[in-house]
T-cell receptor, first 110, second 112 residues
């Protein structure tokens, strides 16, 4: 059974609306990550966490917040969604070098 | 900051052929280089990695070569199969905080 799950898998949001993307992992990994994937850019790190209660800014944090209320859960929050945030978002967990990815969430901001 | 470049961006080969995917990075402080594969509609999956104190690593049909002087890596896949069709990503990490900088990916298509 998949150890990293994401919800929702697809989301359509309106400009200016609030969007919350959720990630759950059963690997008991300390580290969790949020990336976005856009054509021609590979994956870009938005926020990451070293454990419950910790959130750190990645390479492109502007317009995003993160929350890590527990070891298992890591959320990405778009307080005021913009069309430029249309993308595919991936969550990952890791304890050491290898990262384990969720299936991704397709977000369309109209 | 660190930048990772991959070439080619796409590749189409006949089943059974070998392929070479190239990756270069800019920061000599990078010490760890994992590669991932993303099959159509599936999640990213770790396939092979190498550290900066190694020159070569092999697992099954994958061989990863690392040249510290030129800051260059190459992934060699032999005896390709339709299941190898995927996007392959090179990434680099500078230290033990496990933050990865990613290349833009190489889309590999294997023709039966």
């Amino acid at each position: 059974e998949a150890a990293v799950t994401q919800s929702p898998r697809n989301k359509v949001a309106v400009t200016g609306g609030k969007v919350t993307l959720s990630c759950n992992q059963t690997n008991n990994h300390n580290n969790m990550y949020w990336y976005r994937q856009d054509t021609g850019h590979g994956l870009r790190l938005i926020h990451y966490s070293y454990g419950a209660g910790s959130t750190e800014k990645g390479d492109i944090p502007d317009g995003y917040k993160a929350s890590r209320p527990s070891q298992e859960n890591f959320s990405l929050i778009l307080e005021l969604a913009t069309p430029s945030q249309t993308s595919v978002y991936f969550c990952a967990s890791g304890m050491g070098d290898t990262q384990y990815f969720g299936p991704g969430t397709r977000l369309l901001v109209l | 900051g660190e930048q990772v470049e991959q070439l080619p961006s796409s590749l189409i080969v006949q089943e059974g052929a070998s392929v070479l995917i190239n990756c270069s990075y800019t920061d000599s402080a990078s010490v760890y280089f994992p590669w991932y594969k993303q099959e159509p509609g599936k999640r990213l999956q770790f396939i092979i990695d190498i550290r900066s104190n190694m020159e070569r690593k092999q697992t099954q049909r994958l061989t990863l070569l690392f040249d510290k002087k030129t800051k260059h890596l190459s992934l060699h896949i032999t005896a390709t199969q339709p299941g190898d069709s995927a996007i392959y990503f090179c990434s680099a990490s500078m230290d033990s905080n496990y933050q990865l900088i990613w290349g833009s990916g190489t889309k590999l298509i294997i023709k039966p």
